[in-house]
């Protein structure tokens, strides 16, 4: 037969329950910070691996462009310090060849060396003519070295060719007096001619030798594969 519990046991049991449900409720908070924790630790890591790719791409982008300015930085340095070298380099053939036209009127100075370059314009301009017979244009002032100069081509060109070449030097129309030497050669009539003026000789030079003048004054190009 069952006893009705007494207001001590009702409160004993209620003291038991209360103490039963207290523990449960502290296991469960207990389980609810433990998984509350691993999702805090999880959700950490993942945002920092999401912030650390997000700043190393970053960083990436940001280190090719400055690899990109530096190296037009660098072009750019480079081209203008090029530029200003060839620039020089210019500059300097041009003092070299304007210098060389300041000496054409000197060497008429010298009849023995003016006469026997007269007389290799001369014998140049026979065997390009190849004629029968040749009109010589000349400064009034160098009729008579060029008549000798003349002489001098005749023979060379007869014993290379074999033949005879009559040579005139026209005086109606002579080079103008401030020019600095040579002979313009013409044939047939006037329709074909050879400028061998000392002037027009420094052109061709300039255009001809400046390959070679440039070696000798700068040296051989390292950046040139292919030579003629």
């Known amino acids: 037969m069952a006893h009705a519990l007494s207001d001590d046991q009702v409160a004993g049991e209620l003291k ?3 103490a039963f449900i207290k523990q449960e409720a502290l296991e469960k908070a207990r389980e609810i910070e433990i998984k ?3 999702e805090f630790a999880i959700e950490k890591s993942r945002l920092v691996r999401a912030e650390t790719a997000a700043i190393d791409t970053q960083y990436e982008r940001k280190y090719k462009q400055a690899s990109l300015a530096q190296q037009i930085a660098r072009s750019t340095v480079a081209n203008k310090t090029r530029i200003k070298v060839l620039s020089a380099r210019q500059t300097l053939l ?3 060849f304007e210098e060389a036209r300041g000496k054409l009127k ?3 100075d010298d009849e023995g060396r003016y006469e026997e370059v007269l007389a290799n314009l001369v014998l140049e301009g026979l065997f390009l003519m190849n004629e029968q017979s040749v009109e010589l244009r000349c400064r ?3 009729n008579d070295i060029v008549g000798r100069a003349v002489e001098k081509a005749k023979e060379g060109f007869k014993g290379k060719m074999g033949g ?3 040579v005139t030097i026209d005086h ?3 080079l103008p007096e401030e020019s600095h030497g040579g002979v313009w050669i013409i044939a047939g009539n006037g329709k074909i001619s050879i400028d061998n003026t000392l002037e027009q000789r420094l052109k061709l030079l300039e255009t001809e030798a400046l390959p070679s003048i440039r070696t000798t004054v700068f040296g051989p190009n390292p950046n040139r594969r292919f030579y003629d």
């Open 164 to 166: 005879d070449v009559a």
């Open 140 to 142: 009034s002032c160098d």
């Open 16 to 18: 038991k329950m209360v």
């Open 36 to 38: 509350a924790d691993e």
């Open 172 to 174: 109606d129309w002579p």
């Open 106 to 108: 000197y060497i008429s």
């Open 94 to 96: 041009d003092d070299i």
